[in-house]
């Protein structure tokens, strides 16, 4: 069973859309996250959320937004998408105990294409 | 801005040697974590360190982390065709939210 899982793989869509990438975790992980890696491999982090705090990175657009149905789910929501939003995005979850978290796993990744 | 930063940028080998990857970061730290990703996968974690430990070390890797220069190292050894691979050290932060240096692309040739 795949520890955490994305959908969908690729996205393609025209610049202005709204569009979600779903994210789920089966590993019991209190702690989700959203990354962006860009076409130079850079990683950087979106957001950190676990049922008690959501965490922004400062220099995320609000047209980005992290919905958590439930413990197990963190989707992201992307409004009037834009040129520069093509990226690959990463979801991943830990287990944070006493504040130190501990490894991360990773998601697939979704290959967003705004056009 | 970036907090780690790996050195080198690219590193190609033959299938045997030993690999080394360093890694330099700029604030302070709870842990530092190594990842690996292949072309076009998602990243796998390989080993963590925790702000007081010295030396970790799984299988074929081994991490170093010195506080005082704040910066880390990974070495592969006898290394393999399948290690190629991009590898990314990570310090935590706020909400336990990782910084990602730019990586170290390592081919290992056959």
């Known amino acids: 069973d795949t520890a955490v899982s994305q959908t969908p793989k690729y996205l393609v869509t025209q610049m202005g859309n709204d569009k979600s990438i779903k994210c789920e975790q089966n590993l019991g992980h209190d702690t989700m996250y959203w990354y962006k890696q860009d076409s130079k491999k850079f990683l950087k982090i979106m957001f950190s959320y676990n049922n008690k705090e959501l965490i922004i990175n400062e220099t995320v657009p609000n047209r980005f937004s992290p919905k958590s149905p439930d413990k197990a789910h963190l989707n992201l929501h992307i409004n009037s998408l834009e040129l520069g939003d093509s990226a690959v995005y990463f979801c991943?979850?830990?287990?944070?105990?006493?504040?130190?978290?501990?490894?991360?796993?990773f998601g697939a990744g979704t290959r967003l294409s705004v056009l | 801005s970036q907090q780690g930063e790996e050195d080198p940028q690219a590193l190609s080998i033959q299938e045997g040697e030993n690999a080394t990857m360093n890694c330099s970061y700029k604030?302070?730290?709870?842990?530092l974590q190594w990842y690996r990703q292949n072309s076009g996968r998602g990243l796998v974690h390989l080993i963590l360190i925790r702000s007081n430990e010295r030396e970790k070390h799984s299988g074929r890797l081994r991490v170093t982390l010195d506080t005082s220069k704040k910066s880390s190292s990974l070495l592969i050894t006898a290394s393999r065709a399948a290690d190629t691979a991009s590898y990314f050290c990570?310090?935590?932060?706020?909400?336990?939210?990782?910084?990602f240096g730019g990586g170290t692309r390592l081919m290992v040739k056959p």
């Open positions: 991943a979850s830990s287990q944070v105990s006493d504040g130190l978290s501990d490894l991360q796993y």
């Open positions: 990570a310090t935590d932060g706020a909400g336990n939210m990782l910084t």
């Open positions: 604030t302070s730290i709870n842990n």
